[in-house]
T-cell receptor, first 115, second 114 residues
Framework: AQSVTQLGSHVSVSEGALVLLRCNYS??????LFWYVQYPNQGLQLLLK??????LVKGINGFEAEFKKSETSFHLTKPSAHMSDAAEYFC?????????????FGSGTRLSIRP | KAGVTQTPRYLIKTRGQQVTLSCSPI?????VSWYQQTPGQGLQFLFE???????NKGNFPGRFSGRQFSNSRSEMNVSTLELGDSALYLC?????????????FGEGSRLTVL
């Protein structure tokens, strides 16, 4: 069965520093992968997604992620952190490459930004 | 388009009671999924409904149930509430006509069980 592991439940970076949030997945089929962000007292919002093709995916708010099949990873990065990036981030995988498949979420990483 | 709407946003119940939560999906989306979010367990998948039929199901006890109406609106019900049911319940709709069918979430219903 598909699963997602997010390394680090809490990451803290300084404003202007690189943001790196780690995600590894387990999938027996080519996966669809997602990153979502959740701000306090809100639902989840899609940041970016990977289906097929280009392995470097750009999303909203300056975030991007790279699909590395050999490492079964889909890490999220942003070159320069902003205070508004403070939130919880979830990596997710679709059980099968289909729009009808269950989507499984990682346990989340809380990102804090130091002034 | 209006987003996913969940009601109520907050509610307090006592052990043994039951609760019904409502979700209106984005117009045109026929799939509705429910997730339970708790600090300890993260986001746990409850179930997904598509065209009034349960299509996927998570590993929750039978106290958790749901249904979907012909207009795609969905409700979930939790009977015989336990303290551990305190959580944020998130509803998400998806357009299964797209390649990935990514989820669009509502703001959630925060349930506190006393």
């Amino acid at each position: 069965a598909q699963s997602v592991t997010q390394l680090g439940s809490h990451v803290s970076v300084s404003e202007g520093a690189l943001v790196l949030l780690r995600c590894n997945y387990s999938s027996s089929v080519p996966p669809y992968l997602f990153w979502y962000v959740q701000y306090p007292n809100q639902g989840l919002q899609l940041l970016l997604k990977y289906t097929t093709g280009a392995t470097l995916v750009k999303g909203i708010n300056g975030f991007e992620a790279e699909f590395k099949k050999s490492e079964t990873s889909f890490h999220l990065t942003k070159p320069s952190a902003h205070m508004s990036d403070a939130a919880e981030y979830f990596c997710a995988v679709s059980e099968a490459p289909s729009s009808a498949s269950k989507i499984i979420f990682g346990s989340g990483t809380r990102l804090s930004i130091r002034p | 388009k209006a987003g996913v709407t969940q009601t109520p946003r907050y509610l307090i119940k006592t052990r043994g009671q039951q609760v019904t939560l409502s979700c209106s999906p984005i117009s045109g989306h026929r799939s509705v999924s429910w997730y339970q979010q708790t600090p300890g367990q993260g986001l746990q998948f409850l179930f997904e409904y598509f065209s009034e039929t349960q299509r996927n199901k998570g590993n929750f006890p039978g106290r958790f149930s749901g249904r979907q109406f012909s207009n795609s609106r969905s409700e979930m019900n939790v009977s015989t509430l336990e303290l551990g049911d305190s959580a944020l319940y998130l509803c998400a709709s998806r357009d299964t006509g797209t390649v990935t069918g990514e989820l669009f979430f509502g703001e959630g219903s925060r349930l506190t069980v006393l």
